[in-house]
């Protein structure tokens, strides 16, 4: 029986994940047979084996080549981060005081509304017991008629004793 030859292997790349597909041919027609001509045996392997699961790293997890520190690239870049820096502080340094000023003036105006609250309270009160006041000056001058000759008043009003 003569020797199989060696597995044939496809390699494709497709989104970042190389794909290597063998393929085993039969030399004899026996092995033809029970084989069935070509078996094909996917794997999936990562493009790059140091990246983990195949996921592309963002550009800034990238590793860079060092930079020359005297060259005219470095420098640029280094005043455009220091800029972008003092623009960064500037922005949080506003934003802070902008807090500061909001709760100042919400401080003011709450302090207003509780002066508000105890004014009105106040004059609820007054006005509760001048309400109170008047009525009792009603109750007490609303007297139930006395009883003259024994007889009740009539329900009607006052009585005219027969005229």
């Given at each position: 029986m003569?020797?199989?030859?060696q597995p044939k292997i496809n390699i494709t790349e497709h989104n970042g994940v190389s794909v290597i597909q063998t393929q085993a041919h039969a030399s004899s027609s026996s092995l033809l047979g029970a084989v069935g001509g070509l078996q094909q045996v996917p794997q999936l392997v990562p493009a790059n084996p140091s990246s983990a699961g195949g996921k592309a790293l963002p550009p800034s997890k990238m590793k860079k080549p060092p930079a020359d520190k005297e060259s005219d690239?470095?420098?640029?870049?280094r005043e455009r981060?220091?800029?972008?820096?003092?623009k960064s502080r500037m922005r949080s340094k506003q934003k802070a005081m902008d807090t500061q000023q909001r709760v100042n003036e919400l401080k003011e105006e709450n302090e207003r509304l509780e002066a508000k609250i105890k004014l009105l309270s106040k004059e609820l009160s007054v006005l509760k017991d001048l309400f109170l006041e008047h009525a009792h000056n009603l109750a007490d001058n609303v007297q139930p008629p006395s009883v003259v000759d024994g007889s009740s008043p009539a329900p009607n009003g006052p009585s005219t004793n027969g005229q």
């Amino acid at each position: 029986m003569s020797r199989p030859s060696q597995p044939k292997i496809n390699i494709t790349e497709h989104n970042g994940v190389s794909v290597i597909q063998t393929q085993a041919h039969a030399s004899s027609s026996s092995l033809l047979g029970a084989v069935g001509g070509l078996q094909q045996v996917p794997q999936l392997v990562p493009a790059n084996p140091s990246s983990a699961g195949g996921k592309a790293l963002p550009p800034s997890k990238m590793k860079k080549p060092p930079a020359d520190k005297e060259s005219d690239e470095y420098r640029q870049r280094r005043e455009r981060n220091n800029l972008a820096v003092k623009k960064s502080r500037m922005r949080s340094k506003q934003k802070a005081m902008d807090t500061q000023q909001r709760v100042n003036e919400l401080k003011e105006e709450n302090e207003r509304l509780e002066a508000k609250i105890k004014l009105l309270s106040k004059e609820l009160s007054v006005l509760k017991d001048l309400f109170l006041e008047h009525a009792h000056n009603l109750a007490d001058n609303v007297q139930p008629p006395s009883v003259v000759d024994g007889s009740s008043p009539a329900p009607n009003g006052p009585s005219t004793n027969g005229q």
